[in-house]
């Protein structure tokens, strides 16, 4: 109990530091609760030979569940979920109730062993299963292992009920005083350490993946940045090389911000690049390429059932309804589409025509969509500049021989 004392408080300490360094991580300050309750618990279990039982059992056996129900609490804000005061104060109040009212609790050992056990067993495996159910939402590497381990000490802890109904234990020293006993004890202080470990470990992986996601995403808009989107779609391209990529770029965008001013200009990309993500499919890239050029991929689509799609998100850019004021922004849109059926699949050749078909929607007056025929792959341009260069050399010379040839 002294050892489980120690490194509860030393855990205490390391999660009241990560609490005060970033107030968002309100989970690491159900845990420091959490573990300073456990700090007094173990203090007054280990006082128990001294006697005072009301102090050392009652009032330590209600910090115990305390100490389970903040855990708790502290994992349900971790994972964003609602915390029940009812559910916090159900084990404690059990617990002061059932140690008070019922004297078989109170003056038997294990009896109260099994009330106890049932509290903090009921505790853990809700743990455990919160945690597991978390991994859709985000599948952090330590998740599963850690509500294994909570589940696991949950059945373990659970084990002490019919020990202490086939095995009773003696009472000694102010508290239970058998083998078996013993060794629950032992894996107890071996749960503090590794919850405490799993706990700091959770927060550190959750930190790192939203710095991962942050370096990922554009931060206006929030959807994916240009780094991000072109290792997707190179990943893409390599393992199934179909589909279409399409260009977008916002009309007469510099004309917004000269007139509503940017604040306006960063609310049309802001609901611009909303109303087309609210209608991508699950297996489709979207990105802001840079400035108001945007830029998607839909894979497995070839160019001719792309562009209704592409028409759809013209027409649903064209209805957007963006206030500035007493008015409102007129937006629109113009895409270009290129396949990879037509173009292959390099990102760049790619890239290059469905660029070149938006810019011909922007020559033919803006507001449409347009696909790249193949003449505006770059193979087929260096093959017409050859062609071209190769015809003017011919000219040339026959022009030359002209010049040069004498009459009859």
């Not at 234990?169 to 006993?181: K, L, N």
């Not at 200009?265 to 400035?291: H, I, N, P, T, Y």
Request: glycine residues 8%; hydrophobic residues 50%; proline residues 4%.
């Amino acid at each position: 109990m002294v050892c489980t004392f120690l490194a509860t408080t030393a855990v205490g300490i390391f999660m009241l530091q990560v609490w005060l360094t970033d107030r968002r991580h309100r989970a690491a300050g159900y845990w420091c609760l959490s573990m300073w309750v456990g700090s007094l618990c173990t203090l007054l279990f280990a006082l128990r030979p001294m006697g005072l039982p009301l102090l050392t059992v009652g009032l330590g056996n209600a910090l115990a569940a305390f100490g389970y129900a903040f855990m708790w609490a502290g994992f349900r804000v971790f994972d964003r979920r609602r915390v029940y005061l009812s559910v916090v104060l159900a084990g404690p109040v059990l617990w002061s109730c059932v140690y008070l009212l019922v004297p078989q609790v109170s003056e038997d050992v294990n009896n109260r062993i099994i009330v106890s056990s049932i509290i903090i067993t009921a505790y853990c495996l809700w743990i455990g299963v919160d945690i597991w159910r978390g991994r859709r939402t985000e599948p952090l590497p330590t998740r599963m292992l850690a509500a294994a381990f909570f589940v696991s000490h949950g059945i373990i802890y659970g084990l002490r009920i019919p020990m202490a109904i086939v095995l009773p234990t003696a009472f000694g020293h102010g508290t239970a005083y058998s083998a078996w006993f013993a060794l629950f004890s032992l894996e107890l202080f071996a749960h503090t350490i590794l919850a405490a470990v799993a706990m700091l470990v959770l927060i550190k992986e959750r930190g790192e993946a939203l710095y991962r996601q942050a370096s990922r995403t554009d931060a206006l808009t929030g959807i994916a940045n240009r780094g991000s989107f072109l290792d997707d779609i190179q990943k893409l391209l390599a393992d199934r090389p179909q589909g279409t990529l399409m260009i977008f770029d916002l009309d007469r965008f510099k004309a917004i911000n000269d007139t509503y001013g940017h604040v306006a200009g960063d609310l049309v990309l802001k609901r611009f690049a909303a109303q087309v993500a609210a209608r991508l499919e699950a297996s489709m890239l979207f990105c802001r390429f840079g400035g108001e050029e945007f830029a998607l991929f839909a894979p497995g689509r070839d160019v001719a059932a792309a562009e209704p799609f592409a028409e759809g998100l013209r027409r649903a850019v064209e209805a957007l309804p963006v206030p500035a004021g007493d008015q409102e922004i007129a937006v629109s849109v113009s895409i270009g589409l290129a396949d990879v059926a037509t173009f292959g699949p390099d990102f760049d050749r790619l890239h290059s025509a469905a660029d070149g078909a938006l810019y011909a929607a922007k020559e033919a007056g803006r507001n449409r969509v347009k696909r790249a025929a193949p003449s505006l792959g770059l193979a087929d341009v260096a093959g017409r500049m050859r062609a071209s260069t190769a015809a003017d050399i011919a000219r040339a010379g026959e022009g030359a021989s002209r010049s040069f040839s004498v009459a009859p």
